[in-house]
């Protein structure tokens, strides 16, 4: 038995390879901070463990975790994060314009992740 191939199914395969490899090589790496539906989403996409991690929200409410995993995700809810002074994040009244996070990594150097910005003067009256 004979078989043949046609060229325009060959053509039409390696078109579909190479627009998938294409895809995988221009994805987009994700956001390590996310801010979704009340729920800011953490993810160490390093190799290291981060150890103390700290989130503070518009500069005055803050929450904690003792570590992160690589590549573990943490999920930090805006209504957990509170003042020092025990003031809750309201979400009805409050608005995310900054999220900091800090943490130490398994060789002792600090990591700063930054979501949003500083709000303006004119922003704060």
């Known amino acids: 038995?004979?078989?043949?191939?046609?060229?325009?199914?060959?053509?039409?395969?390696?078109?579909a390879l190479l627009l998938a490899v294409t895809t995988l090589a221009c994805t987009a790496r994700r956001d390590p901070v996310v801010l979704e539906e009340g729920v800011i989403a953490i993810e160490n996409q390093t190799d290291s463990e981060w150890k103390n991690v700290?989130?503070?929200?518009?500069?005055?409410?803050?929450?904690?975790?003792?570590?992160?995993?690589?590549?573990?995700?943490?999920?930090a809810p805006l209504n957990g994060m509170q003042t020092g002074m025990g003031q809750k994040f309201d979400r009805g009244r409050m608005s995310v314009y900054k999220?900091?996070?800090?943490?130490?990594d398994a060789e002792g150097n600090p990591v700063k992740l930054t979501w949003g910005k500083d709000?303006?003067?004119?922003d704060r009256r």
């Open 99 to 104: 999220i900091e996070v800090t943490a130490i």
């Open 1 to 15: 038995m004979i078989t043949t191939s046609s060229p325009v199914r060959g053509a039409a395969g390696a078109a």
């Open 54 to 75: 700290r989130v503070v929200v518009n500069d005055y409410f803050g929450g904690s975790a003792p570590a992160l995993a690589p590549g573990g995700r943490l999920d």
């Open 119 to 122: 709000r303006s003067a004119s």
